[in-house]
T-cell receptor
Framework: DTEVTQTPKHLVMGMTNKKSLKCEQHMGHRAMYWYKQKAKKPPELMFV???????INESVPSRFSPECPNSSLLNLHLHALQPEDSALYLC??????????????????FGPGTRLTVL | GIQVEQSPPDLILQEGANSTLRCNFSDSVNNLQWFHQNPWGQLINLFY???GTKQNGRLSATTVATERYSLLYISSSQTTDSGVYFC???????????????FGKGTKLSVKP
């Protein structure tokens, strides 16, 4: 099973709202990722978690707050977003290596995404 | 950083036609994945192919790592093949030890009935 699930599928929020995106995988993977994809652009990496610890933050604004409560679950908490944050948010997971090092040879598996609209 | 270029940017085919999509990259890689993004946004893994040749049904892929390119072949195309095809690469020289994938801009494929 190579399934990564994401909820919700669609989300509309105002600039003062607080919402969360959820990602789950049951493949025993120890690395999980958040990507942001604007229309007609490729996905761009936001965050990487390895063994539930944040290992990469690609200079993402603090209005995006990731959380990895356990090895199967990854959340992205949203607060005070701007209309330009409207995008498809994709979660991915990969095997992860020993001692928390993610091998560059890891295959990443993506969820279906959450399409976010900020009004 | 590494540059990933895909060509052509857009491709329109009649159902049943064959096509070749290309991915050029500017540095050595030890991870290369091809994805199909369907119209609903789902990124579907097609191949993990940092080198060599693989086939899966009507799709096949070849990566010539020494010449820094990869090709994705689609034979007997169907309307369900429509979408955007992304090539993504990773390698130790540019943060690959953290699992970063660098995506090309994609090839948008439209298959007409």
């Amino acid at each position: 099973d190579t399934e990564v699930t994401q909820t919700p599928k669609h989300l509309v929020m105002g600039m003062t709202n607080k919402k969360s995106l959820k990602c789950e995988q049951h493949m025993g993977h120890r690395a999980m990722y958040w990507y942001k994809q604007k229309a007609k652009k490729p996905p761009e990496l936001m965050f990487v978690y390895s063994y539930e610890k944040l290992s990469i933050n690609e200079s993402v604004p603090s209005r995006f707050s990731p959380e990895c409560p356990n090895s199967s679950l990854l959340n992205l908490h949203l607060h005070a977003l701007q209309p330009e944050d409207s995008a498809l948010y994709l979660c991915a997971s990969s095997q992860g290596g020993l001692a928390g090092v993610i091998a560059s040879t890891d295959t990443q598996y993506f969820g279906p995404g959450t399409r976010l609209t900020v009004l | 950083g590494i540059q990933v270029e895909q060509s052509p940017p857009d491709l329109i085919l009649q159902e049943g036609a064959n096509s070749t999509l290309r991915c050029n990259f500017s540095d050595s890689v030890n991870n290369l994945q091809w994805f199909h993004q369907n119209p609903w946004g789902q990124l579907i893994n097609l191949f993990y192919i940092p080198s060599g040749t693989k086939q899966n049904g009507r799709l096949s892929a070849t990566t010539v790592a020494t010449e820094r390119y990869s090709l994705l072949y689609i034979s007997s195309s169907q309307t369900t093949d429509s979408g955007v095809y992304f090539c993504a690469v990773g390698g130790i020289n540019y943060g690959g030890s953290q699992g970063n994938l660098i995506f090309g801009k994609g090839t948008k494929l439209s298959v007409k009935p």
